[in-house]
T-cell receptor, first 113, second 114 residues
């Protein structure tokens, strides 16, 4: 089944404790992206990647890191999480040239206390 | 900068009545427009897309949207609402040359009552 998977689905952590949210897709998509969803703000792009070893900032990259060492994986790293990063996070993937259409993972709900 | 405005944060309809969710986008030469749906505790699913072909676009589950350049609008409609349509709907815009940049509206929550 073609899909985007994220882990964990739910995470509660404390301020300053490094964490990684994994994202993997099995559709051989070149393009991958991370979004955060907050009430009343819709989805905002954090980082995106056009291919392996190619990443760029989205609208709200502060406090986040990403890497793209393999085509299928695009982990999101929070080196020192803060409470304002409490949010619902979505990973998405798509084909270059068709990357308008993105396939979304199920989401990761992160709470930072 | 590209932007999209969803005019209603919440819409309530009775089952069997028409649905209208409104979306306006910032003007640009070649916008691509999408509607995504998010059911409770689920990820986002593409409902339909407009990419400069026919201006009336049909999507899944009986939804359709019409691209109106003169009004910079891309409203989502359905003739008859079903209880399973209750969800949050997002209008999304991107432009040729910026395919990596999707801009989401703030969402419209659709409630369907008996």
């Amino acid at each position: 089944e073609a899909q985007v998977t994220q882990n964990p689905r739910y995470l509660i952590t404390v301020t300053g404790k490094k964490l990684t949210v994994t994202c993997s897709q099995n559709m051989n998509h070149e393009y991958m992206s991370w979004y955060r969803q907050d009430p009343g703000l819709g989805l905002r792009q954090i980082y995106y990647s056009m291919n392996v070893e190619v990443t760029d900032k989205g609208d709200v990259p502060e406090g986040y890191k990403v890497s793209r060492k393999e085509k299928r994986n695009f982990p999101l790293i929070l080196e020192s999480p803060s409470p304002n990063q409490t949010s619902l996070y979505f990973c998405a993937s798509g084909r270059l040239g068709e990357s308008y259409e993105q396939y979304f993972g199920p989401g990761t709900r992160l709470t930072v206390t | 900068a590209q932007s999209v405005t969803q005019l209603d944060s919440h819409v309530s309809v009775s089952e069997g009545t028409p649905v209208l969710l409104r979306c306006n986008y910032s003007s640009s030469y070649s916008p691509s427009l999408f509607w995504y749906v998010q059911h409770p505790n689920k990820g986002l699913q593409l409902l339909l897309k407009y990419t400069s072909a026919a201006t009336l676009v049909k999507g899944i589950n009986g939804f359709e949207a019409e691209f109106k350049k003169s009004e910079t609008s891309f409203h989502l409609t359905k003739p008859s609402a079903h209880m399973s349509d209750a969800a949050e709907y997002f209008c999304v815009v991107t432009y040729t040359g910026t395919a990596s940049k999707l801009t989401f509206g703030t969402g419209t929550r659709l409630q369907v009552t008996l």
